[in-house]
């Protein structure tokens, strides 16, 4: 009994109580649960500070911005040819050490040419003896007999020259020369051996400049010159850059991948550019020498928009700015600021538009 006498109490006072925060606000009376201190206040002036609000601004920046497209290549030798041999025989002599930079036109190996040696000395004996024939009808005709057998004798002698020129072909084919000047890679044949046409001697690359290849999507198409300046990174030196140019753009647009393939050319003095490397490329595509930057921390990101907090009269004005490209803790601004703007960097979360503010301090940034 006296437990439910408690309850019907305490039922009591919750009804009297609820009945005083809803309806006392129009009595005049306080709220309960605001003498309490546990009802939130109005969140306006909550925010709202009392008087204008110390922040620190940085001037907006004009440097220098260069927009870049990334890929990935590969090193090609300028020129590249895998050297064999013309003409059956057996290697007589090796010339060349693997490896070994050698200038156009230097033997790398000879085969043995000794069956071809006596076959030119046979042929130039005929040569010999062709034109002796020939020298002693001429001195010797008379008559239209006569004249046909200098014409004869002609012919004959004409023919043996063919016959040395022949000979002496297939004589210069038993020694191997490097068409152009370059490195040559490992060897693969031994003196002794017996070797046939086209089997693989080694081969010979010219890398003091190299090309290299690479692709970028098509958008990028009518931005891309003969001269654009080319980077390049390998993972095997680390950190450091490669710069190239481009040469040439390939004239179609690959249809499965929608790219265009772009080939460079770069200085390679120590060669230390090898064919066949993997780079990652960054291909320069516009630089803008008056692009205006602001810090990083001044951006106010709605979702895909970017607003900043411009000082302008003493009063804090937000305005939306279109964004171009990032640096290490900067960013362009294509559109909604100007050269002579300061941005409000810290205080932002205190600000609203229109806003009254005290500079606390100006923030400067090295240029560029």
């Known amino acids: 009994m006296r437990k ?3 309850l019907v109490v305490l039922a009591l006072l919750a ?49 220098t911005v260069i927009e870049r497209a990334e890929s990935v290549g590969t090193v090609r030798a300028r020129e590249a040819v895998t050297i064999t041999a013309k003409t059956p025989g057996i290697v007589s002599a090796i010339r060349f050490q693997e490896g070994q930079r050698v200038p156009a ?3 790398l190996i000879v085969l043995d040419d000794a069956a071809l040696r006596a076959e030119m ?27 046909q057998r200098v014409d004869t004798l002609q012919a004959a002698a004409r023919g043996a020259e063919g016959r040395v020129r022949q000979v002496q072909a ?37 890398i003091s400049r190299v090309r290299v290849e690479f692709s970028v999507p ?10 654009s300046i080319v980077s390049a990174r390998s993972a095997a030196y680390g950190d450091r850059r490669f710069q190239g140019t481009v040469t040439v753009a390939d ?39 008056d692009a205006l930057m602001i810090p990083e921390e001044a951006l106010d990101p709605v979702g895909e928009r970017a607003f900043v907090f411009v000082v302008r009269d ?43 503010v005290r500079i606390t301090e100006t923030l400067t940034r090295p240029t560029s």
């Open 251 to 289: 004239t179609r647009i690959d249809p499965a991948t929608r790219s265009v393939r772009l080939i460079s050319e770069f200085d390679n003095p120590d060669e230390a550019l090898r064919p066949g490397l993997f780079l990652n490329i960054e291909l320069n595509l516009q630089t803008r020498d």
């Open 15 to 63: 009804s009297a109580g609820a009945a005083w925060q809803i309806y006392g606000g129009e009595a005049g009376l306080p709220r309960p649960m605001a003498l309490l201190g546990l009802e939130k206040r109005n969140a306006a002036a909550a925010v709202a500070p009392a008087g204008p609000v110390n922040v620190a601004v940085s001037p907006v920046r004009t440097g």
């Open 314 to 356: 003493d009063r804090a004005q937000r305005v939306e700015v279109t964004l171009g490209q990032r640096l290490s803790g900067e960013v362009e601004v294509v559109r909604g600021v100007a050269a002579s703007d300061l941005v409000v960097v810290r205080g932002i979360q205190r600000l609203r538009n229109n806003l009254p």
């Open 218 to 227: 098509e958008v990028y198409v009518a931005r891309v010159q003969p001269g």
């Open 4 to 6: 439910r006498t408690q």
């Open 170 to 206: 297939r004589l210069d084919d038993t020694r191997v020369t490097a068409p152009f000047a370059g490195r040559v890679g490992l060897r693969s044949v031994s003196l002794g051996a017996l070797v046939q046409p086209g089997t693989l001697v080694t081969t010979l690359d010219d």
């Open 105 to 107: 036109g230097e033997t």
């Open 121 to 147: 000395d046979q042929a130039r004996a005929l040569l010999d003896d062709a034109r002796s024939q020939l020298q002693r009808a001429q001195r010797l005709s008379s008559g239209v007999v006569a004249e």
